[in-house]
């Protein structure tokens, strides 16, 4: 049935024979086949198969490159290989990926016949979507960069005000632009690192008495100074952070901005509502006592979210960033993960549950939502042993759950590894690429600015000698990085060890 659907024609010979009012001639880059007209009917949106409805010579040139007439074959310029896919989905109704085909070349060919992706298996239409996805974002940051280097190249008044505004922004955003943003970077990774080690501090037990009696002694007051500052160059470098941001509201909106906010926020709050008094108490001579505790607890917890401080190593960590990059893609690896988690716990709780409770008389499993506990300890191997079975049927389901936890574990963790090993290569060579950018930018600068100087002192008279143009230690070390980077390159191209196909 596939080869009465669509044939390959190996001879010329054999074109002879053909009945052109049964079959139709698709020539593709010079590969010919043969397909029945009612196949071609079955599918009238494609390109293919609006051949069907051409009744001249300016219809058929509006759907294929070429018409034979004395031969009746239709000729297409397009890719032999590719076509494969198509011909696979005429014949067999079943549209699938290459292996060695690119991703983005198949959704132009599948464009380009008119075959929607609707029909394409569950899987290969998932890594299509994927893949779409990747470029569309690495397009829509390209072409942000190239306005933003668009605006950049406009000649506009060198105000005061803008050179100020630019020198904050390489020294915020960009910590490979001088001195300066290596600096402020470096005293953010130090205020991170000193707010969690004074929040973990806080916890200790003299600390908490003294909070508890509300005394405070000469550590307590230490540890507040230490707070504050740290408090005090966050929220400094959050307003400087929002002063530079050429777009007001997307800087309100971006994730690792609200974290800092919801950082920097309780501090301002604790200072604001205090846990101690009087008034409130007056006011509430039966339940300020209750009242004051909430009060407490509430100011505790805002303490505590000092913690998210920790999120803001991820503009300066390539790891942090593409942890968060493998979360985001890798989203329904996670969610079969988690799936099969619950499915097994939901299996091996009433099992368990039986076994100790019912056939032993076991307290420990009174109940199954209790057993939920130690199952999902159990088939996560971590086993804190605070619930154990004692019974021979129960060891067994023991066991057969901690078999079954690390296969589940297993099952989803290659998938999650190559999608992180990609994400970070790219991430890598998305840096490299930009810090590529900045030294030839950089360095086109010092060019212009060389040669600037040169037609100005050949300006200014005869016997006025032409200064030489000359590099600072800056542009001589941009341009130092700018070859190590170009061999590193080199070097790595020589030396790369690509994934297997599957993992993309």
């Not at 893949?131 to 190239?146: C, T």
């Not at 230490?226 to 997307?250: G, H, M, N, P, Y």
Request: net charge neutral; proline share 4%.
């Amino acid at each position: 049935v596939y080869y009465q659907r669509a044939q390959f024609i190996r001879r010329p010979e054999d074109l002879l024979s053909i009945d052109h009012a049964a079959l139709a001639v698709i020539n593709v880059g010079g590969n010919r086949y043969t397909f029945p007209w009612s196949t071609l009917e079955q599918f009238p949106l494609t390109r293919l198969g609006r051949l069907c409805g051409c009744r001249s010579p300016e219809d058929i040139a509006s759907i294929c490159d070429d018409y034979d007439e004395a031969r009746k074959e239709f000729f297409f310029d397009r890719s032999p290989s590719a076509f494969r896919v198509i011909l696979n989905f005429l014949a067999a109704g079943k549209l699938r990926l290459l292996r060695e085909m690119c991703i983005l070349s198949l959704h132009d060919e599948l464009t380009y016949w008119g075959v929607e992706m609707a029909y394409m298996e569950r899987c290969c239409k998932r890594k299509m979507y994927t893949r779409i996805e990747e470029v569309h974002e690495k397009e829509r940051r390209r072409q942000e960069r190239r306005q933003k280097n668009a605006m950049q190249r406009v000649t506009v008044e060198e105000t005061q005000y803008r050179k100020v505004m630019n020198w904050l922004r390489d020294m915020v955003e960009n910590p490979q632009s001088g001195l300066p943003g290596k600096i402020f970077a470096c005293l953010s990774v130090i205020m991170v690192a000193v707010t969690v080690v004074s929040l973990c501090i806080s916890t200790m037990p003299d600390l908490r008495e003294e909070e508890d009696r509300g005394e405070c002694s000469s550590k307590c007051y230490n540890m507040f100074i230490i707070e504050t500052v740290c408090v005090a160059w966050f929220s400094l470098e959050f307003i400087l952070r929002f002063i530079q941001a050429q777009s007001k509201l997307d800087f309100l909106r971006g994730p690792l901005n609200i974290i800092d906010a919801m950082a920097i926020l309780p501090y301002y709050v604790s200072l604001v509502v205090t846990e101690k008094d009087p008034e409130l108490e007056h006011e509430r001579p039966g339940g300020g006592k209750g009242y004051l505790d909430k009060l407490g607890l509430v100011l505790r917890i805002l303490r505590a979210l000092r913690i998210l401080y920790v999120m803001r190593l991820a503009r300066h960590s390539l790891g942090l960033q593409t942890l968060g990059l493998t979360v985001r893609r890798s989203t329904r690896e996670f969610g079969l993960l988690l799936l099969f988690l619950c499915v097994a716990v939901t299996l091996f709780s009433p099992l368990v549950h039986l076994a100790e409770s019912e056939l032993t008389g076991t307290h420990d499993f009174s109940s199954i939502p209790a057993s939920y506990w130690w199952a999902i300890i159990s088939m996560t191997t971590v086993g804190y042993g605070d619930m154990v079975p004692r019974s021979i049927p129960g060891q067994v389901v023991a066991l057969s759950s901690i078999l079954s936890g690390i296969l589940i574990m297993a099952f989803p963790a290659t998938s999650i590894f190559h999608m992180f090993s990609r994400s970070y290569q790219e991430l890598k060579m998305e840096h490299d690429r930009l810090f590529k950018e900045e030294c030839v930018a950089a360095a086109a600068a010092a060019a212009a600015s060389g040669e600037q100087q040169e037609a100005g002192g050949e300006g200014g008279g005869e016997n006025s000698a032409p200064p030489k143009m000359h590099l600072d230690k800056d542009n001589m070390h941009l341009l130092e990085s700018l070859a190590l980077l170009g061999k590193g390159g080199e070097a790595a191209g020589n030396n790369n060890h690509s994934l297997p196909a599957a993992a993309f």
